[in-house]
């Protein structure tokens, strides 16, 4: 079974940083694409950041070149790195992992709570 377990959010005043931390564990790591996804109060879930396999990244307009998404494969870790963070950017930030090869072994994290004051 593969979990996933989100750490780093907490209350952060705007223009100061987060680092979020996924630990990744039951599977190949390696093999999986990751993401970083957001979900503020009454507002869908929306997809912040992805990193493929072999390190390819992606990021929403509202976060570009503001946040970065990274991996360690050895760690079996991905991190995102929030800077210059506003009040907007609050929200649960959840973890997901899909494989590769079979996109419906797709698991999410818990989800860690990041809150931006203004």
């Known amino acids: 079974q593969v979990q996933l377990v989100e750490s780093g959010g907490g209350l952060v005043q705007s223009g100061g940083s987060l680092r979020l931390s996924c630990a990744v564990s039951g599977s190949i790591f390696s093999a999986y694409a990751l993401g970083w996804y957001r979900q503020a109060p009454g507002k869908q879930r929306e997809l912040v950041a992805s990193i493929t396999s072999r390190g390819i990244t992606t990021y929403a307009d509202s976060v570009k070149g503001r946040f970065a998404i990274s991996r360690d494969n050895a760690k079996n870790t991905v991190y995102l790195q929030m800077n210059s963070l506003k009040p907007e950017d609050t929200g649960v930030y959840y973890c997901?992992?899909?494989?590769?090869?079979?996109?419906?072994?797709?698991?999410w994290g818990q989800g860690t709570q990041g809150t931006v004051s203004s």
């Open positions: 997901n992992a899909r494989h590769v090869l079979l996109p419906t072994h797709d698991y």
